[in-house]
């Protein structure tokens, strides 16, 4: 009787002390920690070395019926052009894949994109679809029927063979068949192309010395596509929406 008393004893004290999600003492009556399980729900982004993607694996045929239940009605049978969105596949050469640059994205005369044609990293359309798609249900899709509909979209896109199994395990080396692997570039503006570049800057993040100001900017063109900000926001709050014509797009 003593055993089984301190058996559950224990199995309680154990719960309490593992148990995270109480209160945070450092501050006190604002909610409580978040428990692992839910960081875990919420922590699904995949990094382009992969770092985040969960193991698992799926056939192109098994990817074949996840599209075709779940994605052909607003993508089309082959991922073409819809009403829905532009195309998945398409617009790519064996040429790309060799120097993986698209080179239709050069040409002024390209009209039109799939997702293939932009993508650099696999990572990322995996971890759009897992995230995002279906439309209608994002975050419905398993594990395993995510690396079947992806390896569907690389056979659509003449990536991989119809017999193909993508899995964590050779997820590395299908990103270097991509056919814009090399096309990511940081050497120009987000809103405007002539811009200066937002990413890779060199402000101080950490044990700065001297004063660090830290502020967002909108370039005029991209201020100017939503109409009066101004009358957009809320009248509390420290974000004032800047109405146009204003050029002091810089706010700290
Ligand atoms: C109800 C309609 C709908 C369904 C079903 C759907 N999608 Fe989408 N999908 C969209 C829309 C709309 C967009 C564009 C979203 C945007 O631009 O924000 C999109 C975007 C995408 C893109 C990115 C396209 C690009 O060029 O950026 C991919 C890839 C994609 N969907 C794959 C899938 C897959 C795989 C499935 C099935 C598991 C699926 N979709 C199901 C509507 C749908």
């Not at 729900?41 to 992969?50: C, G, K, L, M, T």
């Amino acid at each position: 009787m003593f055993r089984l008393i301190s058996i559950g004893l224990l199995f309680l004290l154990s719960c309490a002390c593992m148990n995270p999600a109480q209160a945070d003492p450092k501050y006190p009556g604002v909610g409580r920690s978040a428990t692992t399980r839910e960081i875990q729900a919420w922590n699904i982004d995949v990094r382009p070395d992969f770092k985040g993607l969960p193991k698992g694996t799926g056939t192109v045929l098994q990817g074949q019926q996840v599209w075709d239940a779940k994605c052909a009605s607003c993508h089309g049978t082959f991922g073409e052009l819809t009403q829905m969105s532009g195309p998945i596949v398409g617009g790519t050469t064996a040429e790309d894949s060799r120097t993986g640059r698209v080179a239709a994205l050069s040409k002024p005369n390209t009209v039109l994109r799939s997702a293939i044609m932009k993508v650099p990293t696999l990572s990322t359309l995996w971890d759009y679809l897992y995230r995002a798609m279906p439309w209608t249900a994002p975050k419905s899709l398993s594990v395993n029927e995510t690396y079947a509909v992806t390896a569907y979209i690389l056979n659509l896109a003449e990536i991989v063979p119809e017999d193909f199994s993508l899995s964590d395990e050779n997820i590395k080396t299908i990103q270097e068949r991509m056919p814009n692997r090399n096309g990511m570039r940081r050497d120009h503006g987000l809103s405007t192309v002539k811009g200066t570049p937002d990413v890779a800057n060199t402000d101080c993040m950490k044990d700065c010395t001297g004063k660090v100001t830290v502020h967002a900017t909108i370039s005029e063109d991209a201020l100017h596509s939503h109409g009066d900000l101004s009358l957009q926001n809320r009248r509390f709050g420290s974000v004032r929406g800047l109405p146009p014509g204003k050029n002091a797009a810089k706010r700290d």
